[in-house]
Nanobody, 115 residues
Framework: EVRLVESGGGVVQPGGSLRLSCVASGFDFSTLAMCWVRQAPGKPLEWVAD????????YYPESTKGRFTISRDNAKNMLFLQMNSLKSDDTAIYYCAQDRDGLVRGQGTQVTVSS
């Protein structure tokens, strides 16, 4: 059974930082590219970042490029998202996912950016 468990969310002021973590199990993590996606209230799921299976390549949409950094530790089956210079628009539930559409994702962790 595929299992993705996110953690690290919280409340942060604009301009602040958070680091999200995801523990994966039930599949061969080191052979799959992985993603982070998010969903803000009343909005569709949005792709945030992805990383190749070995971590050599990363990709970001314009909305997160230069502020977010995705990384992974294949020895520990873990995925990370370092988020800097957070804005109120970044408020959402963040999911670790196997695909950009979030068809296979975890239960999510809430990130709230507010003063």
């Amino acid at each position: 059974e595929v299992r993705l468990v996110e953690s690290g969310g919280g409340v942060v002021q604009p301009g602040g930082s958070l680091r999200l973590s995801c523990v994966a199990s039930g599949f061969d993590f080191s052979t799959l590219a992985m993603c982070w996606v998010r969903q803000a209230p009343g909005k569709p799921l949005e792709w945030v970042a992805d990383i190749s299976s070995r971590g050599a390549a990363t990709y970001y949409p314009e909305s997160t490029k230069g502020r977010f950094t995705i990384s992974r530790d294949n020895a520990k089956n873990m995925l990370f998202l370092q988020m800097n210079s957070l804005k109120s628009d970044d408020t959402a539930i963040y999911y670790c996912a196997q695909d950009r559409d979030g068809l296979v994702r975890g239960q999510g962790t809430q990130v709230t950016v507010s003063s």
